[in-house]
């Protein structure tokens, strides 16, 4: 690993990798799925269907045989109206996430957030669940800028905080994540306490594996 004093700043993915969401997600997914009299799906299953996107998530969930862009996009309205009344039931900080983020803060890196989370929804997690710490820039996915593994919502963190992104550990949780990170030239670090396992994260282009947030501290000396 390069000397850690060339490491200036830190991208978090959000969910699997900052926030414990899963349950949310699928609960709020499954209604949607529910009214619409479709089979629901166990929510490990959320486990493979997050992480690229509302559109892309209520593609895997609807069966084959109803997929078509019409259905698709109706459940993606429904799923952005729906989420701002159950977003937080039981979304949290996954353990030990608040001390890492302490001692970041302390050793004065920057701290920003990259998702495939709708915009509103990244900023309104982030304020309301992580509100004691100074991230520099917070994305989430916005119209018009392509998603993740897509590197643009990177490379815009790094131009607006003048920071070269070869000066970024990515932190995050799946094979988007990974590809992202590594197409816009970070330290990518795969978390294995979020949605996906070791393999992927590797296979992926990781770095470097961490298996709760305190070993970040030690990949920085």
Same mark, same amino acid.
């Given at each position: 690993?390069?000397?850690?004093?060339?490491?200036?700043?830190?991208?978090?993915?959000?969910?699997?990798?900052?926030?414990?969401?899963?349950?949310d997600?699928?609960?709020?997914t499954?209604?949607?799925?529910l009214?619409?009299?479709?089979?629901?799906?166990?929510?490990?299953?959320?486990?493979?269907?997050?992480?690229?996107g @509302?559109?892309?998530?209520?593609?895997?969930?609807?069966?084959?045989?109803?997929? #078509?862009?019409?259905?698709?996009?109706e459940?993606?309205?429904?799923?952005?109206?729906?989420?701002?009344?159950?977003?937080d &039931?039981?979304?949290?900080?996954?353990? #030990?996430?608040?001390?890492?983020l302490?001692?970041?803060? !302390?050793?004065?890196?920057?701290?920003?957030?990259?998702?495939?989370?709708?915009?509103?929804?990244? !900023?309104?997690?982030?304020?309301?669940?992580?509100?004691?710490?100074?991230f520099?820039?917070?994305?989430?996915?916005?119209?018009?800028?392509?998603?993740?593994?897509?590197? &643009?919502?990177?490379?815009e963190?790094c &131009?607006?905080?003048?920071?070269?992104?070869?000066s970024?550990?990515?932190?995050?949780?799946?094979?988007?994540?990974?590809?992202?990170?590594s197409?816009?030239?970070?330290?990518? @670090?795969? @978390? !294995?306490?979020?949605?996906?396992?070791?393999?992927?994260?590797?296979?992926?282009?990781?770095?470097?594996?961490?298996?709760?947030?305190?070993?970040?501290l030690? !990949?920085?000396g």
């Open positions: 690993i390069k000397n850690f004093m060339q490491f200036e700043a830190v991208c978090f993915d959000l969910d699997g990798t900052l926030l414990d969401s899963l349950a997600l699928a609960n709020c499954n209604k949607i799925l009214k619409r009299g479709f089979p629901e799906h166990p929510q490990q299953a959320y486990r493979y269907f997050v992480g690229d @509302v559109k892309m998530l209520m593609t895997r969930v609807l069966p084959k045989e109803a997929r #078509n862009e019409i259905l698709i996009e459940c993606r309205q429904d799923f952005e109206k729906n989420y701002r009344d159950c977003w &039931e039981q979304t949290v900080p996954y353990e #030990n996430v608040p001390e890492l302490d001692e970041l803060s !302390l050793r004065k890196f920057k701290l920003t957030v990259l998702s495939n989370k709708p915009h509103e929804f990244t !900023l309104i997690a982030v304020n309301k669940l992580l509100p004691s710490w100074d520099k820039m917070i994305l989430g996915q916005r119209d018009g800028v392509p998603r993740k593994p897509d590197p &643009e919502g990177m490379l963190i &131009e607006k905080l003048k920071i070269p992104s070869s970024f550990i990515y932190l995050g949780d799946t094979a988007t994540d990974m590809q992202t990170s197409a816009a030239g970070c330290f990518s @670090v795969g @978390v !294995l306490w979020g949605f996906r396992n070791e393999e992927e994260l590797r296979d992926n282009g990781a770095k470097a594996i961490v298996k709760d947030p305190l070993d970040v030690d !990949l920085l």
